[in-house]
């Protein structure tokens, strides 16, 4: 018999603003489209060495298939590489994600009290704080990338994130504590784990396809083999390569490990909070850990895009 369903999350990402939900959606969007584009043109490029490699004439006139189908190969990849230029859904997934984050991290500041939406008690300063949080989903709006975002019914502040600011101190505690840090941090441990695990797995992928590349090699300089399996290998074992540099699973290991362990501090600082200034003080400081995060993964993303080939 499975336990109870898990408790719904404090904050769920449809009760934040609508800003962060166009933001997001345009960014998985970016990201599907970018991904599924690099792993085509990839393919195309093993398929165009495998082709190559081999020949297979037909008809009258003796032609050679296997080379015809080495040019659709080359024009196919030369189309997705003008569809990633022309429409730039790296740059959208980058963008966007960066855009919804900080859409995030002002929502979850404004919910629990964090610093500069330091809960008071005073109807002033809660009209006055409503109305800042409004000014900066604004300035983020305004400074929106140019790759655009998807458009969104979802209010600037949702019931729940009104009912979540209006709770008393100790509920606003526990729900950022397991609704923000202590889930941000099991993704990042569980991120870092997977990604070290694959990248472990195509480094051993591709030290076999480099050792087979060298047992072809030889094969061919004695005789044995008269098809060029070297050049396939060396087209596979690039193409991985390729893989790699844009999955990035070393770098993203580490930086998810740093993360969850500099959110395991901060957690702790958090709970000792006893009071709304200092409660308030250490939440902004939480966020900056998170965005310091996506600020590190958003720059190393953009300069693998922009290294020279």
Known sequence: MSGAPPPPPPLPDDALPGLFQAADQASLHGQKRYITSTALRLALIVLAAV??????RVGAAKVDVMALVTAVAFVGTALVEVYLLADRPSQTWYDGRALAESAKTL???YAVGGAPYTRTGDAEEEQAAGQRFRRELESLLIDAPETGIEATTAPAISPRLRELRAAAFEERKQAYLTGRIL????????????????AHSW????????LLGVVAALLRAFGVLAIDLPGIAAAVVGAGAAWLAVKQHDSLARAYAFAANELAIARSRLEDATDEPRWAAEVADAEEAVSREHTMWRASRTAFRRRPS
């Open 107 to 109: 929502a979850w500041r």
């Open 183 to 198: 889930d941000q941090q099991r993704w990042y441990s569980s991120k870092a784990t997977l990604n070290r695990s694959r």
């Open 203 to 210: 480094r051993i992928a591709l030290l076999a396809m480099e």
């Open 51 to 56: 082709t190559a490699a081999l020949s297979l």
